[in-house]
């Protein structure tokens, strides 16, 4: 019997130190692409796909995140007193009933797999659901909801990926595939940044995954991977061969958010589905 997803951990505890100075005091997640900041965008795509407990393992300096998902009775207050009644439903958009969105800290960034092992209690026994809010991926339906679809067919391990160029296969995990089938492609394998030359494959990970609770033992051993930190993708490999495991080519397009040109990229993607947006910005670029 496949066991449903319903948890979800948005490891949120990264420096962020590719957009300093803007990080310095902001976490990295609360970056707006145009008007909601990239944690809103992961957590409503968690709802959409039927997940119904979340998680942030967050840092110092995070605490701005909980109040994303709090009231702001002040401001709520004065919208009320100015009848702004749309403003008031937007900062009230995202207040999930009491209970459901849940917070652990990551002491210290020693990688994503590290920051994973922290929610070990939340995860306890379920399968879960992982998603890197810096990376927003538009898709219809949500990458996460693909994911569970092919999840609730095939169980086991599922994580996203897609094609990228040979010489960017040291910026990524890459799987060793296996026979494929549709979207789905078994994984026999997986290399942490390996550089062009021995990269398995060109099939790059991005950040959501749907994870067996048993990786938590792997994470366990706190073993040291690339650039020093304690990486999922190594706790994954360890998974391959005793539990089902799958890449799932997603249909949709993926921004890398922690990087300017991708943060970049998805604001005009996003500003470019707004009809008025799109017209004041082509208006722009024809008089510059
Ligand atoms: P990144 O690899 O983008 O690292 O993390 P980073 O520290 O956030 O950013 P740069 O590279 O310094 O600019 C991918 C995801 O994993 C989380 C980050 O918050 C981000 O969502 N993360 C990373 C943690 O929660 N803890 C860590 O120790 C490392």
């Known amino acids: 019997m496949i066991k449903p997803v319903k948890k979800i951990v948005l490891p949120v505890a990264g420096l962020g130190t590719r957009f300093l100075p803007a990080t310095k005091a902001i976490p990295k997640e609360m970056l707006p692409v145009l008007d909601k900041p990239l944690i809103q965008y992961a957590v409503e795509e968690a709802l959409e796909a039927g997940i119904e407990e979340i998680i942030l393992v967050t840092g110092r300096n995070k605490q701005v995140m909980e109040d994303h998902f709090d009231h702001a ?47 070990r209690s939340f995860v306890n026994d379920s399968p879960f659901a992982v998603a890197l809010p810096d990376d927003l991926i538009k898709g219809k339906p949500g990458v996460l909801k693909q994911m569970i679809q ?7 391990n599922i994580i996203a990926t897609m094609d990228v160029a040979k010489e960017d296969t040291s ?22 940044k390996p550089h ?45 061969g005793n539990q089902p495991f799958h890449a799932l080519n997603f249909e949709g397009k993926r921004f890398d958010c922690g990087s300017k040109i991708g943060w970049l990229m998805a604001n005009l993607s996003m500003a470019g589905d707004d009809p008025i947006l799109a017209s004041q910005m082509r208006q722009l670029i024809t008089f510059q």
């Open 73 to 119: 009775y002040e401001l709520e207050r004065i919208l009320q007193e100015k009848g702004k009644e749309e403003a008031l439903e937007l900062s009230r958009s995202m207040l999930l009933e009491e209970g459901r969105i849940t917070y652990v800290r990551q002491m210290r960034p020693r990688g994503l797999g590290h920051a994973i092992w922290c929610a």
């Open 150 to 156: 092919a999840y609730n067919e095939v169980g086991g």
């Open 171 to 192: 910026k990524y995990g890459v799987i060793t595939p296996g026979e494929s089938s549709g979207k789905l492609t078994e994984v026999k394998g997986l290399v942490e």
């Open 196 to 240: 062009p030359e021995d990269a398995p494959s060109t099939e790059a990970v991005v950040g959501r995954y749907i994870l067996q609770p048993e990786v938590m033992e792997h994470l366990a051993a706190k073993e040291i991977g690339a650039g020093g930190e304690i990486q999922l993708t190594d706790a994954l490999d360890k998974l391959i």
